[in-house]
């Protein structure tokens, strides 16, 4: 008789697909004792009642700064004391006042409640610190806070208010140059310490996969050379661990499908081909929705080539006009039933695609129709029309 056994998908190949998953911060992390170990030395005096100096992190995508510092904290809450870490992803607390009224509901639950001004939570901010708390704040994707020279001057000014506790920044990018636009005043108050994530190399991503394979799958099932392979591909392309862990467990997912019973170099080829889908598909669900309606016009304009561009310069290298992008932009928000946003609003979109690298922008050349930006699609159009399409009309776009 047939037992629901085969259908339950506790296959032959996953034991834990959850340590598979990016949000996972396996026991041991490989390579970065010395990173944890500078961060913890300098974060130490707050533990002693002494203001912490502020510490810029940078480092690629996938070098693991995020599940570094989420280690740290979990350090830092098994210590008693007047010392708070506080982890905000600066996706969602992307302005000051959104960064301040969250740090601050920590301390004072009635601000949960929305509607409190900026001068009030500040006030609270001065009262916490008299109260001699010391309050670090983790900004990570601090490139993606809007009004960044603002949020530091605050919080630096309000250090500087009181004679009592203290607050430190800790700041987190992916973006090695993102400093450059901040203000000379903030960048130097940001940037007491800096340290730095360096890409894994091959050996490296290949002990970290060798570390998951062992508690995420069955024994046996994945060969040394499928781990070798994704470990290669990954150091040639960026060095990010969570692009391995994907292509690992997409491996192992069409192995499962194929209804082998080992993961092989065949599977991790596979695999390549849908992870970068997973990716962009990650990156944009993250967006507010009139971004994702931007990137949805310039995917669908991307697909039949610029109207205008093609035709005056007589190539496609896959530019688009900004103003017809624009255009199209606001056919898809009457679509959706949205009221299409400013111009202003636009190029702020457009500045934070870029940002995430889903669009690459550039000035035209002189004289066609003076001059205008040209913007290009990062990834794949049929990939990104897709993904956008989906998210914004539940795939009958
Ligand atoms: P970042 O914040 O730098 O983009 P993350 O900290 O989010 O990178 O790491 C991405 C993924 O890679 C996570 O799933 C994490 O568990 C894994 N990872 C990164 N570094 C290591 C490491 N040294 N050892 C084990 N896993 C790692
Ligand atoms: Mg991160």
Not at 43 to 48: E, F, H, I, T, V
Not at 191 to 207: D, G
Request: aromatic share 8%; proline share 3%; net charge neutral.
């Amino acid at each position: 008789m047939t037992s629901f056994e085969k259908f339950l998908g506790s296959g032959s190949i996953f034991k834990n697909v959850s340590v598979l998953s990016p949000h996972y911060i396996p026991k041991t992390l490989y390579y970065r004792e010395k990173q944890i170990d500078d961060i913890m030395s300098y974060l130490a005096p707050s533990l002693k009642n002494q203001k912490a100096r502020n510490i810029l992190i940078y480092g690629k995508t996938g070098t693991g700064k995020t599940c570094s510092i989420k280690k740290i904290i979990g350090e830092f809450e098994k210590v008693q004391s007047k010392a708070k870490m506080h982890y905000l992803n600066c996706r969602i607390y992307n302005s000051k006042y959104r960064v301040l009224q969250k740090i601050m509901k920590d301390y004072w639950p009635e601000l949960e409640k929305a509607g409190f001004g900026l001068p009030f939570i500040y006030e609270k901010l001065l009262e916490t610190l008299r109260q001699g708390n010391y309050i670090i704040v983790v900004l990570d994707e601090i490139d993606m806070v809007k009004d960044l020279d603002d949020l530091v001057y605050t919080l630096t000014r309000a250090n500087d208010e009181v004679a009592t506790g203290g607050i430190t920044i800790i700041g987190v990018s992916n973006k090695l140059s993102f400093k450059e636009n901040l203000d000379p005043r903030s960048r130097s108050s940001l940037n007491e310490v800096e340290i730095v994530f360096p890409p894994y190399t091959s050996e490296q991503l290949q002990k970290i996969l060798e570390q998951r394979v062992e508690e995420g799958f069955q024994p046996d099932v994945v060969r040394q050379s499928a781990i070798n392979l994704a470990a290669a591909i990954t150091a040639q392309e960026s060095g990010d661990a969570r692009y391995a862990l994907k292509l690992l467990m997409r491996a192992g997912e069409i192995a499962e499908e194929r209804k082998k019973n080992g993961v092989e170099d065949v599977d991790v080829e596979e695999a390549r081909k849908r992870v970068e889908v997973d990716l962009i598909a990650e990156t944009v669900n993250t967006l507010p929705e009139m971004h994702k309606i931007t990137l949805y016009a310039i995917a669908k304009l991307s697909l039949n080539g610029s109207r205008y561009y093609a035709r005056l310069d007589g190539v496609n290298d896959g530019f688009l006009m900004s103003g017809e992008v624009y255009e199209e932009y606001g056919i898809c928000c009457r679509q959706l039933r949205k009221k299409p946003r400013s111009l202003r609003w636009y190029r702020e979109y457009l500045n934070d695609l870029e940002m995430l690298g889903l669009v690459l922008t550039a000035p035209s050349s002189k004289g066609i129709r003076g001059q205008t930006t040209l913007i290009k699609l990062g990834h794949e159009p049929d990939a990104v029309y897709k993904i956008t399409s989906d998210v914004l009309f539940g795939g009958s776009g």
